[in-house]
């Protein structure tokens, strides 16, 4: 059984850093796209940031364009999202995802996605 576990987030005041780790198990996601999406209070999931198989690509929402930063680590099976400066905004709950297809494009579609992990909290004071 396939899980996706992340890891990172927590408690920072506004203008501070986190960095987010996803590491499935159950099997390996090498040659599929990977990203983020978050879920603040009352509102609608959102797409945050995603990169290609290969890492040559990468897509971010204008919210956090120039400011997260997406990788991965095909070796080591994992997706990481570097999150600097942090903004009260940025509150939300973040899920990794795992596309349904391989060898795809990046898409901002939350259907597109058919890996989904638990979520970890990132709450942002001001």
């Known amino acids: 059984q396939v899980h996706l576990v992340e890891s990172g987030g927590g408690l920072v005041q506004a203008g501070g850093s986190l960095r987010l780790s996803c590491a499935p198990s159950g099997r390996t996601f090498s040659t599929y796209t990977m990203g983020w999406f978050r879920q603040a209070p009352g509102k609608e999931r959102e797409f945050v940031a995603a990169i290609t198989w290969s890492g040559r690509s990468t897509y971010y929402a204008d919210s956090v364009k120039g400011r997260f930063t997406i990788s991965r680590d095909n070796v080591k099976n994992t997706v990481d999202l570097q999150m600097t400066p942090l903004k009260p905004e940025d509150t939300a709950v973040y899920y990794c995802?795992?596309?349904?297809?391989?060898?795809?494009?990046?898409?901002?579609?939350?259907?597109?996605?058919?890996?989904w992990g638990q979520g970890t909290q990132v709450t942002v004071s001001s």
């Open positions: 995802v795992v596309a349904a297809v391989p060898r795809g494009l990046i898409t901002t579609t939350l259907t597109s996605y058919g890996y």
